[in-house]
């Protein structure tokens, strides 16, 4: 399940690919912007940048900007970064598998076998999804929504 974390980290790096190139933004307006609690933005955005994602610059003329192209950047890269293994349970994930407790076999397990299934069709979706492609969708989904309540 996508976590607060990684809803908000997305809401941020889409506000940021609506920029125009060379534009930056602050914190305070892409949290205004997004309905985001600041302080927590504050530190999602410290962990996109610290993973290469975002740039940031001090100053007049200051703010956040994508590190690279919203057409280079997977979706799936930037919720690993945020929430982990993409996987809904440890003992599904390449990642950081973690046997349950309560198996006694994983191989015959049919909910890891299922959510394997899930973890594959989740990752060929979202690893597949650029930046640029997430960020388009979603102003094709919200902008006949604030015409409509109008």
């Not at 399940?1 to 908000?8: A, C, E, I, R, W």
């Not at 690279?68 to 930037?78: C, D, F, K, P, T």
């Not at 640029?132 to 102003?139: D, P, R, T």
């Amino acid at each position: 399940m996508l976590t607060k974390k990684g809803k908000y980290g997305l809401k941020a790096m889409v506000d940021l690919a609506q920029l125009q190139p060379g534009e930056t933004a602050f914190i305070t307006d892409i949290a205004v912007r997004n309905n985001l609690p600041k302080k927590f933005l504050d530190t999602i955005m410290l962990e996109l940048r610290n993973a290469g994602f975002l740039r940031s610059k001090k100053g007049p003329g200051g703010g956040y900007s994508l590190a690279r192209r919203a057409s280079e950047i997977r979706v799936g890269q930037v919720i690993r970064t945020l929430d982990g293994p993409l996987a809904p349970i440890r003992c599904a994930s390449r990642t950081a598998y973690e046997a349950c407790d309560d198996c006694s076999d994983p191989e015959t397990c049919h909910v890891r076998r299922s959510m394997i299934v899930v973890r594959d069709a989740m990752a060929g979706i979202l690893d597949n999804m650029t930046l640029e492609q997430f960020a388009a969708s979603e102003q094709q989904i919200v902008a006949p929504l604030r015409s409509e309540a109008s």
